[in-house]
T-cell receptor
């Protein structure tokens, strides 16, 4: 079953605007990861945020984590056409052998 | 530096044929993962290896699927016999930190007719 569920499923914005994607999960986590996938390509790791962190930045990316609400958000500021991609959150299942489980993703379109 | 290398990039085959997908992880990475991506089911972990040893193959759909990692720089995923429902994009990924920060290859797009 999918452990990370992204919202919205699709998002269309204009270049220069900010894009916010959300991820909810059901069970406790040690960390949560965000990945990007350009059309026809493999996934690219963006950010890992640990359960004892509330916010993390990488360039124009900002990730927040609220463990009390079991949710995370990815903010892309000043978006560019090149940011057009699908964005996935992923968490590591606990109990038994570990697995990295991905959500269905948010498809972001940035219009020039 | 070369990333994860997968071959072939595209494969079209007929039902019943054997399919072999290949992966070369990033040098120095000790964990290797095989994923399958479809529109219906999203991205699913099939199997992963740590130091060339299979750790968890519970995601392998059925006995038609098998994976090997004979050495640290090469892995194969084999489907025999293939079926149309196996059509998907298969990704290989590697890492130095287990489940954290995985590096994905470009994928193999498989179509079984």
């Amino acid at each position: 079953s999918q452990q990370g569920e992204e919202d919205p499923q699709a998002l269309s914005i204009q270049e220069g605007e900010n894009a916010t994607m959300n991820c909810s999960y059901k069970t406790s986590i040690n960390n949560l990861q965000w990945y990007r996938q350009n059309s026809g390509r493999g996934l690219v790791h963006l950010i890992l945020i640990r359960s004892n962190e509330r916010e993390k930045h990488s360039g124009r990316l900002r990730v927040t984590l609220d463990t009390s609400k079991k949710s995370s958000s990815l903010l892309i500021t000043a978006s560019r056409a090149a940011d057009t991609a699908s964005y996935f959150c992923a968490k590591i299942t606990q109990g038994g052998s570990e697995k990295l489980v991905f959500g269905k993703g948010t498809k972001l379109t940035v219009n020039p | 530096d070369a990333g994860v290398i997968q071959s072939p990039r595209h494969e079209v085959t007929e039902m019943g044929q054997e399919v072999t997908l290949r992966c070369k992880p990033i040098s120095g990475h000790n964990s290797l993962f095989w994923y399958r991506q479809t529109m219906m089911r999203g991205l699913e972990l099939l199997i992963y290896f740590n130091n060339n040893v299979p750790i968890d193959d519970s995601g392998m759909p059925e006995d038609r699927f098998s994976a090997k990692m004979p050495n640290a720089s090469f892995s194969t995923l084999k489907i025999q016999p293939s079926e149309p429902r196996d059509s998907a994009v298969y990704f290989c990924a590697s890492s130095t930190r287990g489940m954290e920060t995985q590096y994905f290859g470009p994928g193999t797009r498989l179509l079984v007719l």
